[in-house]
């Protein structure tokens, strides 16, 4: 969990298995759900349940549980950002965007509003992702630091980079699961 979500994934196994807490399950579930490891994912969502969260059967019985998870990625991410938790917005938009969130990547655009280089990557990125403002943000920015080149955030410890769109959708082609 630390080497996925830093200190934050700790935290949250820790309350959940120690304090049995219903929403810590819960966002276990979700960010399990997004990396991509549907078992484990589930099992901290009918915890969840059973303590009582009442969005985690939905996304347990969702048609389309990425899609969901991402979209409960960004809505914790969203909440994080305004409490002013950057680390653990960041780790809840990130996921979100690697599964098309464009709204997550615009928000990642705002957090890096103070480091031109890194909101013209995620406003691009948001663009990419079918945002409506995205590229218009990351032009603007571009044109007002000159000379900019939007770049990727630098890997963290408990972070990966996230690769552009189109190679995650030709990983995904090729895929042959």
């Known amino acids: 969990m630390f080497r996925l979500y830093g200190q934050h994934g700790v935290r949250l196994l820790r309350a959940a298995e120690e304090h049995q ?15 991509g490891c549907p078992a484990e994912s589930l099992a901290w969502l009918m915890k969840a349940e059973r303590h009582g ?16 998870a991402a979209g409960h990625a960004y809505e914790l991410g ?12 960041e780790i809840y938009l990130e996921r ?18 103070e480091d031109p ?11 990419q992702c079918g945002h ?3 590229q218009w943000w990351a032009d603007k920015i571009h044109a007002d630091s000159r000379h900019l080149r939007p770049a990727p955030p630098s890997p963290r ?14 990983r995904a082609l090729n895929d042959p699961r």
């Open 78 to 89: 969203l909440a994080a950002a305004v409490a002013g938790d950057r680390p653990t917005a």
């Open 53 to 68: 969260h009442q969005v985690a059967i939905g996304l347990v019985e969702h048609p389309a549980p990425r899609l969901a």
């Open 157 to 170: 410890h408990h972070q990966a980079w996230v690769p552009p769109l189109t190679d995650l959708i030709e």
């Open 21 to 35: 807490d219903a929403d810590a399950c819960f966002r276990l579930g979700v960010l399990l759900c997004l990396e």
């Open 132 to 134: 409506r403002l995205g």
């Open 117 to 127: 280089a890194r909101a013209v990557y995620w406003f691009t990125r948001a663009a």
């Open 96 to 113: 979100a965007v690697e599964h098309g969130h464009a709204d997550a990547a615009f928000e990642l655009g705002t957090l890096w509003m």
